[in-house]
């Protein structure tokens, strides 16, 4: 990719490339936090990854500006317009993905307020399999690695199905036991954040496809059911 | 006109065209169909053979010494290079503008009536000034000099110089316009009004244009041909080809990537 015959525009787009990189990273350092902090009720963790989201959102908007800096300055075509508009793709979806482990955090704070009454184990479970995920598509993106890109593609289904076995659970919790309502809805929404996370994240392994090979991953996107009823 | 051909017809069919210089082996059969109504864009590096493509449809190139051009070139199905066609006739109906606009030392009016005239495409005098003000008018040049036809055409401003050939051009009604590099002469805001003008022009007519500005083909053409090295490497949708390309070689020219 390093060989155009302008050379600060290889370094223009390696940069972009790296603060990609770098917000990826934070983002997926800030859900796992997030996770661990549900799962210990540690509440100052909790606070730290609140305070962290604000260093995500910075990085998504020095992406989009640098970005458009490149189309206008530039006028990139194939391979490196796919790149550049796909890089303003992912870069919106890491962004996301960093607001829901920010609100993650915040229930985690109220939870943490509560009393230990209904299970985190599932959610926490379903957060490990999304981290798994965002950590595989994010190294497919820096390694250019297709073939790992449609494998997370292909892995969202198993998140969905997670997803509502959980649901499941936490509304037998709720019928069981009323006084678990408050904890157990926080954690649908939370359940509910992480499923959209591992959405996010087959998002990115779209713009990725699209980068590489200029079109969407062929077939129809595996799509579990998520409206919670069984499977 | 050719705006009466279903959108799609095959108006210039190339068949393993091959143009020598001399020794150069200057393009190397090329197939290539250029269909009515559309404007296809030519694009590569120079020397690629993207101009001595475009020369061939109107023949210029015999006006070059040493050239040979062998393979099938045909207009609506009628051999180009047929011993029987007249050049003349031929170059009215594939008309050309060139890089530099190349005005006659003459009067803005005395240019655009310069072809009519010789084709004796007007019966009198009322005929042709309809034919000139016309033309003025579809290259976008009439409201600007209406007052001051009998000046010279060598007096106007670039952009006004290079829409005053491309009057002289379509004056006599041609099918196929070919421009070779029509703007590189000329600023930004002329070439915005010959791009606005082709446009205009492909309903009518079918144009083949040479650039070297890869966002000018990407922005008049609705497809575009890669050259290199004398070989056609590439022929798709302009979009295809400025978005996912299927040439490495395209790849490599249309994103800077050799030169």
Aim: proline letters at 3%.
């Amino acid at each position: 990719m390093n060989d155009h015959t302008v050379k600060s525009y290889d370094d223009e787009l390696s940069h972009l490339t790296s603060i990609i990189a770098r917000m990826g990273g934070m983002a997926e350092a800030q859900l796992s936090s997030a996770v661990q902090a549900l799962a210990t009720r540690d509440d100052e963790l909790a606070q730290r990854v609140i305070a962290g989201d604000a260093r995500v959102d910075e990085l998504d908007q020095e992406i989009q500006s640098f970005a458009v800096r490149l189309l206008a300055l530039r006028q990139p075509m194939a391979q490196d317009l796919r790149l550049i508009v796909g890089a303003l793709g992912i870069s919106g979806e890491i962004e996301r993905i960093g607001d829901y482990a920010a609100n993650l955090a915040k229930r985690t704070l109220v939870l943490n307020h509560l009393p230990a009454s209904a299970p985190v184990a599932g959610v926490v479970r379903l957060a490990e399999l999304v981290c798994t995920l965002l950590k595989d598509v994010l190294d497919a993106y820096l390694e250019r690695d297709i073939e790992k890109a449609t494998r997370v593609w292909n892995r969202d289904e198993e998140v969905d199905a997670l997803y509502n076995a959980v649901f499941q659970t936490l509304i037998e919790q709720m019928t069981e036991d009323s006084g678990t309502i408050t904890a157990a809805t926080h954690l649908l929404f939370i359940a509910k954040n992480i499923e959209r996370i591992g959405d996010h994240a087959t998002n990115i392994a779209e713009a990725l496809h699209y980068q590489i090979v200029g079109t969407q991953p062929a077939g129809k996107r595996p799509k579990g059911n998520t409206v919670g009823a069984p499977q | 006109m050719n705006a009466l051909l279903p959108l799609g017809t095959i108006k210039v069919k190339a068949q393993g065209v091959n143009v020598h210089y001399g020794d150069k082996h200057a393009l190397q059969s090329v197939d290539l169909d250029i269909r009515a109504g559309e404007v296809m864009a030519l694009i590569g590096p120079s020397g690629c053979g993207k101009s001595t493509f475009l020369r061939c449809i109107n023949r210029m190139n015999d006006l070059v010494d040493g050239a040979r051009v062998t393979g099938s070139l045909t207009l609506d199905g009628e051999d180009i290079y047929d011993r029987a066609i007249d050049v003349v006739q031929l170059r009215a109906r594939v008309g050309m503008v060139f890089q530099k606009p190349n005005p006659f030392p003459k009067s803005i009016y005395d240019n655009v009536a310069y072809g009519p005239r010789i084709h004796g495409l007007a019966r009198d005098q009322a005929e042709l000034d309809e034919i000139v003000m016309t033309s003025l008018e579809k290259a976008g040049l009439l409201a600007e000099v209406k007052d001051r036809l009998a000046e010279s055409g060598t007096g106007l401003s670039g952009g006004q110089q290079q829409r005053l050939c491309i009057a002289r051009a379509i004056a006599v009604s041609p099918e196929v316009i070919l421009m070779d590099e029509p703007c590189s002469a000329l600023d930004p805001i002329a070439t915005a009004k010959v791009e606005e003008l082709i446009d205009e022009l492909h309903e009518n007519f079918t144009i083949v244009i040479v650039t070297h500005s890869m966002q000018q083909a990407a922005r008049v053409s609705q497809r575009t041909a890669f050259f290199h090295l004398g070989k056609l490497i590439e022929v798709g949708d302009t979009e295809q080809i400025f978005t996912n390309p299927q040439q490495p070689l395209t790849q490599g020219y249309i994103t800077g990537r050799f030169g």
